[in-house]
DNA sequence: TTGTATGCGTTATCAG
DNA sequence: CTGATAACGCATACAA
């Protein structure tokens, strides 16, 4: 394997100069640059990322902290996109990255955590499907060991951003697109698990709309439980103008249930995932590009490894109607 | 961070003796053993799998590669339980695994690939989703500098083990089953892409079984598309009793091609993926355990790291009946 | 602007 | 059985 020592004998420089060279440094003539990087081309000389790692003090890997969602497989199409973007994202700013699944340290405390990323050369952690409840979670945040990006959930210290899109726009917006094409007063709304971030900011802005419209709103907690929706929908939806569901999930189950109880009132979901397409019926939707908030996710850890604050990012995101055509290829 | 500096200082032992305890060497007393043990425990030291990896000849990372189906996200689930499955048994093996994706690395030459795999330290290699077109990977694995385990292509020479279901059966024994459920006669088997190594294997086994039932098969191509599974269904179904396809995405298809038509025919499909709950009608299908095939894929990597030789390794499967009461929760 | 020397945290070699 | 010490490949403070 040829190395950077291989390069600078070759260039007769010292391995230092090659160095800076590579890292772009600015104390180089542009003589010895173009002599270096030729010789670089030359050889096809790719630096070894983990010698890197292990020598520079800014370097460091980050590590994708994923939740399997292990009740239902049917969105791990969500997963996939973050995990891509994100690679996608590393891949360009020279990032090595490590996946990490949260089953793997859930049971460890915050000591353990911290010595395990910091086994694995660590600096920066991006975090999806955080909870309220992950209290080890909040500790390593907290102790600023890490620089982290909260998906998703509004964390922001110094050493932490969160990035995600306006759930509560987006609920708002969704819930009144479907409310005003087919002109509703009574609305049953289907949350998601009451230890989840975006749930009581969907909720708040189902709430906001609701007073907004003078809409009559019933609430329940249909745990991003797609059975669960199915049996709120079968029990209160009768009455209703219609189902808005804080997830596609959800709103599949309502969807279903509403079917077989034969009777027909507009549902509306939330994140447009594929599987929307399948369920025979059209549904308004948000859609969330999964691999661009993820990008943005490892953009902002690498602005947090640089040194700077952390933030609130958030991005854009699409009204959407799903059907089958629109996805079969 | 702990390192082993201050476990061998702690433990008032050398800095090799406690990496021999660590590497579980022979030649070390039970004696000094323990006290290096006891004081790993007490001072929660891990040791730093970067570092591991850069000195070590025996070392090395694998990677996990993946071709991400951009032609339809249906199918992401897949690729999930491969990734999760993978990074399970390297953990559980103490392996570090970095996931990349073809498309980083698609349009490299052989000798840009060699040289991208060896600077990021790595030594073994899962390739999911092979094709007979990928020419380069071909030729990575011939040159024997990486030990590759691939899924579901039959390579096998002395860095290279292949791990897979018995495709052939598996396709006989679900078409099997649905023909002799509905006693069937005119056989519409719709293939997948013609460059993937298990569409040939898939049709051998319902070639095999046409020949066995003495079956009248007719064969198209659907390339593993829905839309053209779908086609294919309209043109040709109607004078057939029933359609066999070699995957569940364009079992998918043809169903609801024959909803639309508005004919019964049995449909039979390959993998056992969710999506299948969702489409209404009652599927057989094979069920493939992606996640433990990944897991077996990174134990064979293991194997062939530690300087075995390549071999075939076959996995069981099932044939499962798929209906949304399984799925959803 | 360039080169020298040291360190990052391990593993491996070899002398004791 | 144990302990120095030299790699591993690169980054960087500091000297030249």
Redesign the pocket.
């Known amino acids: ?1 040829v ?3 291989d390069v600078a004998r070759e260039a007769g ?5 090659v ?2 060279v ?2 772009h440094y ?4 542009e ?2 640059r173009q002599k270096v990087n030729e010789v670089v081309e030359r050889l096809g000389f790719v ?2 990322a983990v ?2 790692t ?6 460091g890997r980050v590590a994708l902290l994923l939740k399997l969602n292990t009740q239902t497989q049917a969105i791990d199409e969500i997963d996939m996109q973050y995990i891509s973007g994100a690679i996608r994202k590393a891949q360009e700013m020279q990032l090595d990255v490590i996946t990490v699944f949260f089953s793997m340290i859930e049971d460890m405390s915050l000591e353990e955590m911290t010595r395990y990323f910091a086994s694995q050369s660590i600096r920066g952690i991006v975090v999806y499907g955080m909870s309220t409840k992950d209290r080890v979670l909040h500790q390593l945040i907290r102790s600023g060991n890490f620089k982290i990006v909260v998906i998703d959930a509004p964390m922001v210290n110094e050493t932490t951003s969160c990035v995600s899109i306006d759930h509560e726009k987006a609920q708002y917006d969704v819930a009144r697109k479907t409310i005003v094409e087919n002109t509703c007063k009574r609305v049953l709304y289907i949350t998601g698990t009451s230890d989840g971030y975006v749930t009581e900011q969907r909720l708040n802005g189902m709430k906001r709309l609701a007073q907004d419209m003078k809409l009559k709103l019933m609430i329940r907690s249909g745990d991003f439980s797609e059975l669960k929706a199915r049996e709120i929908t079968m029990r209160y939806a009768r009455n209703k103008d219609v189902v808005v569901c804080a997830s596609d999930l959800m709103a599949i189950g309502a969807m279903k249930a509403l079917t077989e109880m034969d009777i027909f009132r507009p549902v509306c979901g939330f994140d447009g995932i594929i599987l929307m397409g399948y369920v025979g019926k059209q549904m308004n939707t948000v859609r969330q590009n999964f691999a661009h908030v993820s990008e943005e996710a490892v953009l902002e850890i690498g602005r947090l490894m640089d040194g700077e604050s952390g933030r609130k990012v958030i991005l854009p995101h699409e009204l959407v109607r799903m059907k089958y055509e629109d996805i079969i290829c």
């Open positions: 394997m190395s950077i020592k420089v010292a391995i230092s100069t160095s800076k590579l890292n600015p104390n180089v003539s003589e010895t630096p070894n010698a890197a292990l020598s520079s003090k800014n370097a």
